[in-house]
């Protein structure tokens, strides 16, 4: 099992829009159906994860963002509306430790926001940041620093662009249990 971060991010450094949104739900090509490889992630993910401030705007969603997964929150009170087979926990460490006795060996699917992504790399549990630059400048909104520690590890993966004129870059991260196929860290 691997904790794959996945995070929209503008141009200019931003991972949310001024007024709170992921940054990818603001490039047309999302918002015409380009998922941004998401599609080809979710495939071998059987489960995602989040913290309580975005998992939230989806208990209000059209349509259950996660239909096919396991979902697990980081939430130290369980949002009203949440469907019952939604895990929620305030402490960290037991919250992977369900995600890991849950777990049949597919991939978990790490939505964010930055928050949750300290703290799933302070617990030792990220492997990849996978960044999808959307070509956009959002002159304002949230930050992946200070909200995610500078010294986390990064290891160069992979990168390719998207179709709609995004690019996604992969990295591995310091300390991962799950290194990606053919990254030096899976070498030692
Ligand atoms: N660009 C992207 O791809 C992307 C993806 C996802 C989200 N986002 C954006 O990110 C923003 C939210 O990010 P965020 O970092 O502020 O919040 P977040 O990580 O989504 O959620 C924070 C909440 O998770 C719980 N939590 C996180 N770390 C914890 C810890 N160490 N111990 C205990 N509880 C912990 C707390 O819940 P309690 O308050 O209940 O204790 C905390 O308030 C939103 O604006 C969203 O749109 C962007």
């Not at 015409?32 to 998992?55: D, K, N, P, Y």
């Not at 049949?104 to 928050?115: M, T």
């Not at 617990?123 to 995610?148: I, K, N």
């Not at 520690?149 to 870059?169: C, M, Q």
Request: charged share 20%.
């Amino acid at each position: 099992m691997r904790i794959r971060a996945r995070v929209g991010m503008s141009v200019d450094g931003h991972v949310t829009t001024p007024t709170g949104w992921p940054a990818h739900t603001a490039d047309p090509a999302f918002v015409s159906g380009q998922s941004h490889g998401i599609r080809e992630v979710l495939e071998g993910c059987e489960a995602a994860v989040m913290g309580r401030t975005t998992f939230e705007p989806a208990l209000t969603n059209d349509r259950w963002p996660w239909p096919d997964l396991d979902v697990f929150v980081l939430a130290s009170r369980r949002p009203a509306g949440t469907p019952d087979h939604v895990v929620t926990d305030g402490d960290p460490a037991r919250l992977l430790e369900m995600i890991r006795a849950a777990n049949r060996g597919g991939d978990v699917h790490l939505v964010g926001g930055p928050r949750t992504i300290q703290t799933f790399h302070a617990l030792g549990a990220l492997d990849t940041l996978e960044l999808v630059v959307v070509p956009l400048l959002f002159g304002g909104g949230m930050r992946l620093t200070p909200a995610l520690d500078p010294s986390l590890g990064l290891t160069f993966h992979s990168e390719r662009a998207l179709p709609g004129g995004a690019v996604e870059i992969v990295y591995s991260c310091k300390g991962s249990r799950s290194p990606l196929p053919g990254s030096p860290a899976s070498q030692r």
